[in-house]
């Protein structure tokens, strides 16, 4: 599985859109980059997810380097109840599903 | 269409019980995996189940266990409860290869 890494926390004011980078260079060619955010106290919640293309569903979109090297998750218009960590997965499809999260960065929207 | 379904929500038990969590997948939902979140190790993979049969174990001793029965359904057991077991314990479902889906977890605290 690969090591991910993100930055501890970040600040973004509300109404703008909110940048989230993650590291994953020793990401192998068939693992896919997943995006989930846990909200205090709630169970984790699937944002995104993508193999080699950029992804955009109704929650944010997903921007993945052509080396596969990092992404970076954006919320184009982050409100109050996006506040939350946010983490970065590596994942192969195939096999045992084992998620090993990282400690994700702590995302602060401001009024 | 149902999410996955962790009971009981809360429960706190005396150190030397033992405890049995429940989780009922999404439905079509065959591999179901559990997770602990403690302040201290974040959030940590426990097992993994496909077909009433597990796949895939983390590193926590003998005294965590878990089933999955043919209808998927599975339970996670805690005996000898030490005050260090005190977490949110998450259930996770998917079809297999695709997005893990998690629950709303149940919070267990060891006096």
């Known amino acids: 599985d690969a090591k991910t890494t993100q930055p501890t926390s970040m600040d973004c004011a509300e109404g703008r859109a909110a940048n989230l980078p993650c590291n994953h260079s020793?990401?192998?060619?068939?693992?896919?980059v997943y995006w989930y955010r846990q909200i205090h106290s709630q169970g984790p919640q699937y944002i995104i997810h993508?193999?080699?293309n950029n992804e955009t569903n109704e929650m944010a979109s997903l921007i993945i380097t052509e080396d596969r090297k990092s992404s970076t998750l954006i919320l184009p218009h982050a409100t109050l109840r996006d506040t939350a960590v946010y983490y970065c997965?590596?994942?192969?499809?195939?096999?045992?599903?084992?998620?090993?999260f990282g400690q994700g960065t702590r995302l602060t929207i401001n009024p | 269409k149902a999410g996955v379904t962790q009971t009981p929500r809360y429960l706190i038990k005396t150190r030397g019980q033992q405890v049995t969590l429940s989780c009922s997948p999404i439905?079509?939902?065959?591999?179901v995996s559990w997770y602990q979140q403690t302040p201290g190790q974040g959030l940590q993979f426990l097992f993994e189940y496909f077909s009433e049969t597990q796949r895939n174990k983390g590193n926590f001793p003998g005294r965590f266990s878990g089933r999955q029965f043919s209808n998927s359904r599975s339970e996670m057991n805690v005996s000898t409860l030490e005050l260090g077991d005190s977490a949110l314990y998450l259930c996770a479902s998917s079809l297999y290869g695709n997005t893990i889906y998690f629950g709303e977890g149940s919070w267990l605290t060891v006096v």
């Open positions: 439905s079509g939902h065959r591999s």
């Open positions: 993508g193999l080699k």
């Open positions: 020793t990401i192998s060619g068939n693992e896919y």
């Open positions: 997965i590596g994942l192969q499809r195939q096999g045992a599903q084992k998620l090993v």
